[in-house]
């Protein structure tokens, strides 16, 4: 029924103002500390704690789905109604998939039986890293494996730990005199013979290496092609720099 206005009517009285948001319905939120209604402090904040709340429960729902092997996830998503039950879950129920062990945390280094005394050969001799030829894809292993092997063959057979230590590095020191006797000996030959000296069939890993950067540095000096490449690599390198300190860079 409308209510026709006059000129003798009262006043129209306005709606009573509040403090919070207008929640209409049963399900409006509640909240109450102490005394104090924190709707009618804050409302906005306190509507978008609730609505990331309620976000997060969700998310954590919906992601709970995706935990597990392929019969877990597919339990789950039958049981919450979001995927028609499938015809090999009952099969899959009654015989499992067989589950591999996952490792757990950090994946633990791989350790040898020989690697003790590996390291006790490199704290007696550290210059053995850089002589001795330590080659990844070669069939002979280096001195420090072999020495290893020797300490292990020993005590295997009743001899103590440091007898057979004793007796590993004492080979491996008349091994290493006796190569340098043979290439000493081969030298003396080739000056009797007249001939030039033969190269030493047993280097140390930087000989190798510098062997192998010789001709490099040879063309680096020698080279009229390399030489002027870094006579240009130099003049751009030093325009370079003058750009830049005329820019205030440095």
Known sequence: MLRTISANSPP???PKKTNGPNFTGPSRPSIVIGSINPLSIYPNIVIELYRKLVVQGLTAEAMSFMKGDLLTKTKKLVKGLAKVEPLWLKAMEQAPPV???RA???IKPMSLPEDVYIKKFYKKYPDSKYQDPIKISGFNPPPARLFGWRVLELTEQGVSEEEA???ADMEYRSEKKARKEAYSRLKQIAKLQGKKPPPNP???AIKEIQAKEK????????NPETVKLAEKMREERAADWQNRRGAGDW
């Open 12 to 14: 129209l009285k306005s």
């Open 99 to 101: 589950t591999f062990p």
């Open 104 to 106: 757990e945390g950090t």
């Open 165 to 167: 230590m004793a007796v």
């Open 202 to 204: 047993y280097p140390s």
């Open 215 to 222: 001709k490099f540095v040879h063309d680096r000096f020698h």
